[in-house]
């Protein structure tokens, strides 16, 4: 049977699913997903269903765009921090679109199966759009009340830095801990741990090579226009003095929440944090105003 798709109807019901199951998904696996970047994947998500429109394909074909479109919705929304953060948020969203299909297929059950239509391993199914939102606010409500009475993962309390340095944005995912304690002995300014390991890629050949050089046991000069902060820190490992470099600005979202700061100190270790599953690390201190840290450090 010939099958006719509203693409108008296609891509903004997508679009609405994805939005919500991708923000979800962020609050099931600990993993921070910022309105923005949900935006992003929803649009990738509403434009794989595009398939539909494609002569079939053989079936090796179609799971390898499906598993390529799942991969780049799930990069867009949270992007790249590891393998483990990435299956992770993936296998998260994937589980909630099975419970999605599953409403759907419950409500289209109770109403007659004759509106099932499968295409290049993409289900089409003859619901109005009304129906199809109210799924996926069911399904979205529904780990909301989870989250509500059992508590949120123990990863929840990431969240989606932005760093300005160097010249360089870097996008990292920074773990809110409560123990953190480093301080910048000269300014006073909000202090956080980045791992160089894991912001390599995003940083300046410049900031690079300053810290290849430190970590090396040289003594290089920093990058010009950065101030330069010896920090010390003791840790399960020891102590060290790690390098602390100026950066103009930050931004941390998460929690439904979003901070700035300007003029911030980013202490870069050698070692990865937690194995990589997120590459900075903040304290109170960096969630306080500018009074109450006065106050604390007069204290």
């Known amino acids: 049977m010939k099958i006719v798709v509203y693409l108008d109807i296609l891509l903004v019901t997508n679009f609405i699913a994805g939005y919500f199951l991708l923000r979800a998904a962020g609050w099931l696996a600990g993993a921070a997903c910022s309105a923005p970047r949900a935006l992003a994947g929803a649009a990738l998500a509403a434009a794989s269903t595009l398939i539909l429109l494609a002569p079939a394909l053989p079936a090796p074909l179609g799971f390898a765009y499906k ?144 810290l290849r050089g430190y970590f090396s046991g040289q003594n290089p000069l920093p990058p010009e226009g950065l101030g330069l902060r010896l920090v010390p820190c003791s840790g399960a490992a020891g102590s060290a003095v790690l390098p602390g470099l100026t950066a103009a600005g930050a931004r941390l979202t998460g929690q439904g929440h979003t901070l700035t700061a300007r003029n911030v100190t980013a202490v870069f270790t050698a070692e990865p944090l937690r194995d990589g599953q997120f590459q900075a690390l903040f304290g109170r201190e960096f969630l306080m105003d500018e009074t109450e840290r006065r106050s604390k450090a007069c204290t």
């Open 67 to 210: 598993l390529a479109s799942a991969a780049l919705v799930t990069l867009a929304a949270f992007g790249w921090h590891g393998l483990r953060p990435f299956l992770r948020a993936g296998a998260w969203f994937f589980a909630l679109n099975l419970g999605l299909a599953g409403l759907a297929l419950l409500g289209l059950q109770r109403g007659g199966m004759n509106g099932v239509r499968v295409h290049n391993l993409t289900v089409y199914a003859d619901l109005s759009p009304m129906v199809l939102v109210l799924s996926v606010l069911a399904v979205y409500l529904a780990v909301r009340l989870v989250l509500l009475v059992f508590g949120p993962p123990a990863d929840q309390e990431l969240w989606q830095l932005e760093l300005r340095l160097a010249g360089s944005e870097i996008r990292v995912q920074a773990y809110y801990d409560t123990g953190f304690f480093l301080r910048d002995p000269v300014g006073g300014r909000q202090t956080l741990l980045v791992s160089w390991p894991g912001a390599e890629r995003q940083l300046s050949d410049e900031v690079n090579a300053f």
